[in-house]
Each structure stands twice: as C-alpha cells, then as structure tokens.
C-alpha cells in the first residue's frame, strides 16, 4: 500500500516537473524573438512605448531632405530572428527600412497562411527560376520577386508590431537621433531600396533620386498617389530627352 502511494506520488510529482518545464520552455519561446505573434502580457518585446510608424505626429514627416544608405543598420536588421534581409535608408528625420521574411521565427504577420504568401518558390525543387515560365534567369537588380524568393507582403500593416518594435528598437540603438522609423516588407518597396543602395556601393550620390525617394515613402507610408519609376527607367527616359 505504501509503495503504491509511493509510485502515485512520484508519479504525480514527474508530471508537475514535465508540465512546468514545458510551460516555462513555451514562455521563454513566445518571449523571444522567434516568436512575434503571441501577444503575451509582459512579452519583453513590447515593453515601453513604440517606436515604430507615426509616432512624432508633425506634418511633412516625409519631405525629406537627404538620404544615405545605412550599411550598419542594415546588417544589424537583417540579423534579427525572422529577418532574412534588410536595407536601411537614414534621412534627416526619418529611418526607412525594407525587409524581407524567412521561416527562422514564427508570427512575422499579423493575419494570413499560405494563402497570402506572394512568391512560388516551387521552381527551386526543378532548377529554375520562374516555375511558370520555366526560366532559369532571375534579374539581379531585384532583391526580392514572385519567384524563389524571401518572403513579401504588401501592406506594411500586415508586418507583426512585435517584429516592427524589434527592428526600431535595434535602429534607434544605432540612430538614436531619428524621428521616426518605418518598415514595410513591401516587394516594390525593397526593389527601390535596393537600387539606391546599389547606386551607394558605386560611390554615386542619391542626391539626384532625393524626389524619387520622397515620392516612394510618401506613396508606401503616407497615401501618396504616386509610384516612381525604377531607376533604370528614369536614367532610360533621361537618355531619350537628351
């Protein structure tokens, strides 16, 4: 009788253990970074105030002055769990960051499964590139495309507040002097980026895109109307008036 309460006891005890290790292990997961979608009170994620999106409240926050290429922010976001890459824009108000998604966390969107994802990255298991097409040629002045591809999404909105309070916490460390920080995973949005980055690794100024650049961050994050042309176009259309 003794030894049957024994083995109850002990039973009983080794499940306590398992289910509070268990339930320990899945805090310290959601409390991490890879995990952005669980919304748990206290989650250290989301302590303090944010500082992400609209949040000095004056007008013209997008008219822009200057901008440059951050390499150091850029490589310090595309670190971040459920980050497979980064560009960074510094401006004279503002930091504007393009990212795209990879599967090394959980909860990067808000809403949405398999339905909402905007590439087909299919074309890998067959050795090419475009899986409709059946193309093996991918346009490098592109970071991120329908076709095997990191992960986009076209409203920045849909991007977790967890993962967008992550990003701005890692800039504002290393810009603390900015006003605002916002980030869109937008696929438009990084093939923009990605050119103006691409026009800094040469050593040319962006000096000549600064309204290109307005209209682009106006029209992603403001309702602006306008859409630029890509840069190639632009120096093409320049070309021809010439």
Not at 9 to 38: E, F, I, K, M, P
Request: hydrophobic share 35%; glycine share 8%.
């Amino acid at each position: 009788m003794k030894q049957a309460r024994f083995l109850t006891l002990l039973t009983a005890l080794t499940l306590s253990v398992v289910v509070t290790n268990g339930c320990n292990y899945q805090r310290y997961v959601q409390n991490s970074t890879y995990d952005y979608g669980s919304n748990n009170k206290g989650d250290p994620k989301m302590l303090g105030s944010r500082m992400f999106g609209t949040v000095s409240g004056l007008p013209g926050q997008h008219d822009n002055a200057w901008f440059e290429y951050s390499s150091l922010i850029s490589n310090d976001v595309s670190n971040i769990n459920g980050v497979a890459g980064a560009i960074a824009m510094l401006t004279d108000k503002n930091a504007y960051i393009a990212i795209t998604t990879d599967w090394t966390a959980t909860g990067t969107l808000k809403s949405g499964g398999r339905s909402t994802r905007e590439q087909n990255n299919s074309g890998s298991t067959q050795g090419v590139y475009n899986d409709d097409s059946g193309s093996p040629y991918w346009n490098n002045q592109r970071v991120a495309t329908p076709y095997n591809s990191n992960f986009t999404v076209n409203d920045h909105n849909q991007i977790s507040d967890e993962l967008k309070q992550t990003i701005a916490v890692h800039v504002r460390k290393l810009a603390p002097a900015v006003q605002e920080v916002h980030i869109s995973a937008n696929m438009e949005f990084n093939n923009h980026l990605i050119q103006y980055a691409q026009e800094a690794w040469a050593g040319h100024s962006l000096k000549p895109w600064l309204s290109s650049f307005n209209k682009l961050v106006q029209h992603q994050f403001a309702g602006g109307n306008e859409v630029p042309a890509p840069i190639e176009v632009q120096r093409g259309r320049a070309a021809f008036h010439k």
